[in-house]
């Protein structure tokens, strides 16, 4: 009964690993599909998770970034980095603002550093777009980027492995 509870226990820590793996900036689905998959988990299991998530940050950032930007503004300790990660984000955010939602799911979509999740709420949030219409274009984006980080690895894995 012991070694059941144990490789239970080990299974879903395993399951939590790639979902936090996720859910951090920067790494997000691109490090964590990978991640689940070399623990041993299938492909699509793998992908499932990371989903999950990447997304859990994301309504958070939406609603409560700028009440906490501008909180720390007034600070003299984290008014310049507030500073900086709204210029760099907004440095990002040409196409998000001439297409909108469109431009939003197309960034979120590519898989390459300094895109994603977090940086797309984040810039979404800056530009006050409605939650409604920027989490359905987050997660579609998240979804086609996971899509893309699954291939990709299942694909070098195969030939490699």
Excluded: C, D
Excluded at 48 to 54: A, D, E, H, N, V
């Amino acid at each position: 009964m012991e070694t059941i509870f144990q490789e239970l226990l080990a299974f879903l820590s395993i399951e939590f690993t790639v979902m936090l793996t996720a859910a951090l900036p920067v790494i997000e689905v691109r490090g964590a599909i990978p991640a689940g998959i070399s623990l041993g988990l299938s492909p699509l299991h793998s992908l499932l998770l990371s989903l999950i998530g990447s997304m859990i940050p994301v309504p958070f950032i939406l609603f409560l970034i700028r009440p906490i930007f501008n909180y720390m503004k007034k600070t003299k300790t984290f008014k310049k980095l507030v500073f900086s990660l709204t210029n760099r984000s907004m440095n990002k955010s040409e196409n998000i603002r001439k297409y909108g939602v469109w431009g939003l799911l197309v960034f979120v979509a590519i898989p390459l550093p300094g895109t994603g999740v977090w940086s797309g709420s984040l810039i979404a949030a800056l530009l006050n777009m409605r939650f409604k219409l920027a989490f359905p274009a987050i997660f579609v984006g998240n979804t086609i980027a996971g899509i893309l980080i699954m291939t990709l690895t299942n694909g070098v894995i195969n030939v490699f492995g």
